[in-house]
């Protein structure tokens, strides 16, 4: 039986939490180690997990020869520091949606993966829903025909971090989480279009967010893509 592939995470909050409790369902995965600036939490979610690593500093849980890969589980403007260190260190990386703060950073985050030869992959689960798979299934059989125009609107009104009373403050707050509903709903759709559409050379983009009114409390994500030949 081949050695199970050893995993630190980065972050245990309510995303961390998650991809804790996922892991522990994949046959072959191994949390070796947690990582929290807040030590007595990541002391007790390694307790509950029986996971035996745990830093204040994910760059020490970095320095661990054991470990194969990293889980980034940060707010997004946090993503790029903590990825590119594990892939300095030779780790391959999963992060959680978006890729980063900003275009800059994702293009270093995968600029680095390259250099350092490592996988680098970003959470997207709407690409893998059956939604999905039984619409690219349709698409490559043919059954729409040529497609030249696809659009994807979302909207939330229950369920938002902070706002609905669950998740930290950091979550809406610039300097850690840049990017507003766009990045962190709308880069859900924008990811599942090209996927359907075959991640063509994107000819013109445009795409709209809304701010509601207080009586109509949301946050709407709208993005269109024409592909042209």
């Known amino acids: 039986m081949p050695s199970p592939i050893k995993i630190g995470i980065i972050g245990v909050g309510q995303i961390g939490k998650t991809h804790i409790a996922n892991y522990k369902k994949i046959p072959g995965a191994e ?10 939490e990541a002391a007790r979610v ?31 403007n946090l993503h790029a520091p903590a990825a590119i ?11 959680e949606k978006p ?5 800059l950073d994702g293009y270093r985050m995968l600029t680095k993966a ?18 999905t798979k039984v619409a690219r299934r349709l698409i490559e059989a043919g059954t729409l025909g040529r497609l030249y125009h696809a659009r994807s609107t979302g909207f939330r009104r229950r369920g938002r971090p902070f ?13 850690v989480a840049s990017g507003g509903a766009l990045i962190d709903m709308g880069v859900y759709h924008i ?39």
Request: with cysteine; aromatic share 8%.
């Open 114 to 131: 390259k250099d350092k030869r490592r996988e680098l992959s970003i959470q997207l689960a709407s690409l893998f829903s059956q939604e």
């Open 163 to 175: 706002v609905d009373g669950y998740g930290t403050a950091q979550f809406v707050q610039k300097p």
């Open 191 to 229: 990811a599942q279009i090209l996927h359907l559409l075959g991640s063509p050379e994107v000819e013109r983009v445009s795409g709209k967010i809304y701010q509601e009114t207080p009586m109509n409390e949301g946050r709407r994500a709208s993005s269109g893509y024409d592909v042209e030949e």
């Open 31 to 40: 949390i070796a180690a947690v990582a929290d600036v807040n030590a007595d």
């Open 46 to 76: 390694a307790a509950e997990n029986n996971i035996p690593g745990v830093f204040a500093d994910f760059r020490e849980m970095l320095r661990q020869p054991d470990i194969d890969a990293v889980d980034v589980c940060l707010h997004n």
């Open 99 to 103: 890729i980063a703060g900003t275009w």
């Open 85 to 95: 260190a594990a892939l300095e260190a030779g780790k391959h990386v999963y992060c």
